[in-house]
């Protein structure tokens, strides 16, 4: 059987985008090539022994979980911001994986990644079904991905550039 998986791009004007931004060049929490920054609602960003409150991240929960509409979603939100970056000679891996094992809650999750900034050469995302590959998604800036946690799934190697993405997860209702 095959799971929901849906992708929308937004304009780059949108506040999703422009907040999300914002927060990565203020805090500039990517001194190093790989980096994430994890967040609980009204708890603030942590990154290392940092942290960064932001009060408007329910807004964007919200406006996240009304796009997912056509999913499931419960009222508690795991969030992280992610960075990588790579040149010519460095490459970001990334192995299979399913995301319901790699959750802080317990049971089924919905994802839904924003793509904030993205200039590099490959990391398209790929989807399973019985280990073959059904789904391929060419990642973009402003682009959005959400799907079932129970979908296995990887991102390609990616190389010569940068990725910003936002991943939140909702555990299922």
């Known amino acids: 059987m095959l799971k929901m998986i849906q992708e929308i791009e937004i304009p780059s004007n949108d506040p999703l985008i422009t907040h999300f931004k914002k927060i990565f060049e203020e805090h500039s929490f990517a001194e190093d090539r790989q980096n994430v920054v994890k967040i609980r609602q009204n708890k603030g960003w942590f990154c290392c022994k940092r942290q960064i409150v932001d009060k408007e991240l329910p807004l964007y929960i919200n406006q996240i979980k009304d796009i997912m509409k056509d999913f ?102």
């Open 72 to 173: 499931e979603c419960g009222d508690e939100a795991y969030v992280e911001m992610c960075y990588g970056i790579t040149n010519n000679t460095i490459t970001c891996k990334k192995d299979i994986c399913k995301a319901d094992y790699y959750t802080d809650y317990i049971g089924k999750v919905n994802i839904c990644v924003v793509y904030i900034d993205v200039a590099c050469e490959g990391g398209e995302l790929i989807f399973y079904n019985e280990n073959k590959p059904f789904k391929t998604i060419q990642i973009t800036s402003c682009k959005v991905v959400m799907f079932e946690g129970s979908v296995y799934h990887r991102r390609n190697d990616y190389s010569k550039g940068h990725r910003l993405w936002v991943l939140f997860q909702f555990p299922r209702k």
